[in-house]
């Protein structure tokens, strides 16, 4: 029962990550294996079960079993997507990349169906964007971000995010239009994701930083724009 908020809470510190965090904290290594587990750096990486070496599973008839690539590879590539039907997964061996502490995420908003396919087609295959995500608000209407994992982000951005509702003196010191700035977006106080991405519509290009963990995280707390629905509702 491992669950994302878990992995990366650990790992972070020491500067490491999974190379597919898919984004909600409460996501299982399991569910993700059994089901199926994809995120925004899934055109590099592939799904969830690619970046998994091996699995140990206890059997219907209560025995225990490893599986690998070379070990047992018919039960390794059939356990995902099986649904637990196979066996109950009890561990699972996962890949560790090198991890930098922000993402440097652009926000390109489009206006055309055509725009918004050729857009997220081509800077899915570039190779230097670690995260491709698109989000749609309508059928001709959408954002699609591109980030790249950074070690650095200016101090004078840092610092300034550590006040409270920094964005807002932000905004009075800079304008709203200000680039490159630090979003701490898991602040309890920071609007859900996909309205800051819909604003982009508007507003038009706009690149930020954003810490890491914050980044794998961003569609926790509105549980992508379920919240939204709900609260209409």
Not at 6 to 16: C, E, H, N, S
Not at 17 to 42: A, F, N, W
Not at 66 to 73: A, L, T, V, Y
Not at 134 to 156: S, Y
Request: proline share 6%; net charge negative.
């Amino acid at each position: 029962m491992v669950t994302m908020g878990q992995l990366t809470a650990t790992l972070d510190p020491l500067g490491l990550t999974i190379p597919i965090v898919p984004e909600l904290d409460d996501l299982t290594v399991g569910g993700l294996v059994m089901g199926t587990g994809i995120e925004s750096s899934s055109h590099k990486y592939g799904l969830f079960q690619h970046i998994c070496t091996s699995y140990e599973l206890v059997l219907a008839d209560g025995s225990s079993v490893s599986c690998s690539k070379d070990e047992n590879p018919d039960l390794f590539y059939a356990v995902p997507w099986s649904y637990g039907t196979l066996g109950f997964l009890t561990s699972a061996e996962i890949k560790i990349i090198p991890a930098q502490r922000y993402v440097r995420l652009e926000y390109h908003p489009y206006h055309s169906l055509e725009d918004i396919v050729k857009a997220f087609e081509t800077e899915s295959r570039r190779p230097d964007n670690h995260f491709v995500e698109c989000l749609m608000f309508a059928k001709d209407q959408a954002v699609v971000m591109t980030g790249t994992m950074e070690n650095g982000c200016e101090p004078d951005k840092v610092n300034r995010h550590k006040l409270l509702f920094s964005d807002i003196v932000n905004r009075v010191l800079f304008g709203p239009h200000k680039e490159q700035q630090l979003n701490v977006i898991s602040k309890w106080y920071k609007p859900w994701f996909f309205t800051h991405v819909r604003g982009f519509l508007k507003r038009g290009h706009g690149t930020e930083y954003i810490p890491l963990r914050d980044y794998y995280h961003r569609h926790t707390r509105p549980l992508f724009w379920e919240a939204e629905v709900r609260m209409l509702h």
